[in-house]
């Protein structure tokens, strides 16, 4: 495994590649890496001929208040495990590389609309910082392939429409939650619950499934469905922002028509911001 640190020496690599013809698989990351990383990169070996997984915490996605001064940096125990996982090329850029001209006047992308709802109303520039972030990634790492956990399912939405939106040549594929045996999501921010919190975050997942399992019965109950998780939540020492049954395809508002939807919450639990969500397919 190789490691760069700068655009010019991701260049030099991805130049080779495609000189030689090679296809590419690219995983964009924040680092403290857990097994839902690793699941991408597995995948993304199966797809391309060379992978690369970028390391990077983007500040611009971080609200006022939010933990990016303290959001965990692992570099070395990443590296390891990257090249544990036959990755060829990892790229761990400093703030410049990215933000050339500072982050305070740098162009942004924002995909209308979806960045507006559900963890948009809690985060205003969250997804404009993710977008704009993976924009300058994948235009530099000139992938055939990126992937994305669908734990982020907005996030993933977000990135697939910016990326047909701009037109880009890139396969976006969006991989299946990994969970913990008790059925706790994974995430780096996992880390912040104590002994206690930790102990109770699973029941976030209890509770969707039993939301999916009764819109399944009775989509006709969705505003129940979503007060209930509201409270359930509330109940049981969670701060929740949203519990809320969506179209999968669009995150719109679902109609009686819709079949393909999807169950989003959001949710403090102590000092960590917990977000999971679960498909469910209504029988025509």
Same mark, same amino acid.
């Given at each position: 495994m190789e490691t760069v640190f700068d655009l010019a020496?991701?260049?030099?690599?991805v130049n080779q590649w495609k000189r030689e013809g090679a296809s590419i698989a690219f995983v964009p990351t924040m680092g403290n890496?857990?097994?839902?990383?690793?699941?991408?990169?597995e995948r993304a070996t199966e797809l391309a001929d060379k992978t690369v997984v970028s390391i990077f915490v983007n500040p611009i996605q971080f609200g006022k208040g939010e933990d990016y001064e303290s959001y965990p940096s692992t570099l070395e125990k990443d590296s390891a495990g990257l !090249?544990?996982?036959?990755?060829?090329?990892?790229? !761990?850029p400093d703030l410049k590389q990215?933000?050339?001209g500072g982050v305070d006047?740098?162009?942004?992308?924002?995909?209308?609309?979806?960045?507006?709802?559900?963890?948009?109303?809690?985060?205003? &520039?969250h997804f404009s910082g993710v977008a704009t972030v993976v924009t300058k990634l994948l235009i530099n790492t000139q992938p055939d392939f990126a992937l994305f956990g669908e734990k982020d399912f907005q996030q993933l939405l977000v990135i697939k429409r910016a990326v047909s939106d701009l037109c880009m040549p890139i396969e976006i594929v969006?991989?299946?939650?990994?969970?913990?045996e008790d059925g706790l999501a994974m995430s780096s921010r996992n880390a912040y619950l104590?002994?206690? &919190?930790r102990k109770q975050a699973p029941l976030i997942y209890q509770l969707l499934q039993s939301a999916a399992q009764r819109l399944r019965h009775s989509p006709d109950q969705i505003p129940a469905i979503e007060a209930e998780g509201m409270?359930?939540?509330?109940?049981?020492?969670?701060?929740?922002e949203y519990f809320s049954v969506r179209r999968t395809d669009d995150l719109a508002e679902p109609k009686a028509q819709d079949l393909r939807l999807s169950i989003l919450t959001a949710a403090w639990l102590g000092s960590a911001r917990l977000i999971d969500n679960v498909k469910v397919l209504i029988d025509s």
């Open positions: 020496g991701l260049h030099r690599v890496l857990h097994k839902g990383h690793f699941s991408l990169l !090249a544990d996982n036959n990755l060829d090329l990892l790229f !761990a990215l933000y050339p006047t740098d162009t942004r992308v924002f995909v209308p609309e979806l960045s507006n709802i559900l963890c948009g109303r809690f985060r205003p &520039e969006g991989m299946p939650v990994i969970r913990e104590n002994m206690t &919190e409270k359930a939540l509330e109940t049981n020492g969670f701060r929740p």
